[in-house]
Each structure stands twice: as structure tokens, then as C-alpha cells.
């Protein structure tokens, strides 16, 4: 990918998840491991979109089925996000581990879009 391609299909999402998520606690007193939690699957979220560029990638173009893998592991971290989210153990290792599976759903498609092929 080009540098301009990477700064519009994967940085310029990253950081606008982050400042969304910053201004969502604007007027609101929220504790940092709820938006530590809302984070993680707001990443979830993008990182689904970002399979999109990957798709794109030379690397997705040699390795059949790489799209549909990316997109089942963004969908099962998205739902161990959820599963955290849900459940009542808000401890500090739980809401990092959301933020871990974020990072990992948006940080998969991002490798796999940047590496020029096998």
C-alpha cells in the first residue's frame, strides 16, 4: 500500500475511534474502565471495517480464505468483548483485556494490509 492509502484506510480510523471516544465522555463522568470497555469494542467494530483494506492487499490476494479468517477472528473477539461487557466482573483485567481484543481486531487487518505478499 501507498503511504497516502495507509494514512486514509487505516490511521485516519484509529485515531478518529480515539477522539469519539474521548469526546464521549463530555459531559458525562465516566469512569476509565467503562471507556476502557466501550473502546475495546469500538475497535471490534472498526477493526471489521479495516478487513475491507486488507481485502486489498496483495497478501489477501495469494492466501485464499485470509478475508473470511479475519473476519470470523474480528467477529470472535468482538463477541469476547461483548461477553466482558456483559458479565459482572469489572475488574481492571477485564476491561484491559477488552482493550487487548480491540487492539488485536483492528492491529490483524492492519498487518495483513501492510505486508507486500509471501
Not at 11 to 25: C, K, N, Q, S, W
Not at 44 to 49: D, Y
Amino acid at each position: 500500500m501507498r503511504a497516502d492509502s495507509i494514512l486514509s484506510a487505516i490511521i485516519v480510523p484509529i485515531l478518529a475511534t480515539i477522539v469519539m471516544g474521548l469526546m464521549r465522555t463530555i459531559g458525562r463522568d465516566l469512569h476509565w474502565g467503562v471507556l476502557a470497555e466501550e473502546l475495546g469494542w469500538d475497535f471490534c467494530v472498526l477493526g471489521l471495517g479495516l478487513v475491507g483494506a486488507a481485502a486489498t492487499s496483495p497478501l489477501a490476494r495469494e492466501v485464499p480464505g485470509l478475508t473470511a479468517m479475519l473476519t470470523l477472528t474480528n467477529v470472535l473477539l468482538g463477541i469476547v468483548v461483548l461477553h466482558l461487557r456483559a458479565s459482572r466482573w469489572h475488574q481492571n483485567i477485564v476491561r484491559l483485556t477488552c482493550v487487548v481484543c480491540g487492539v488485536l481486531a483492528v492491529g490483524l487487518p492492519c498487518v495483513v494490509a501492510l505486508v507486500k505478499g509471501v
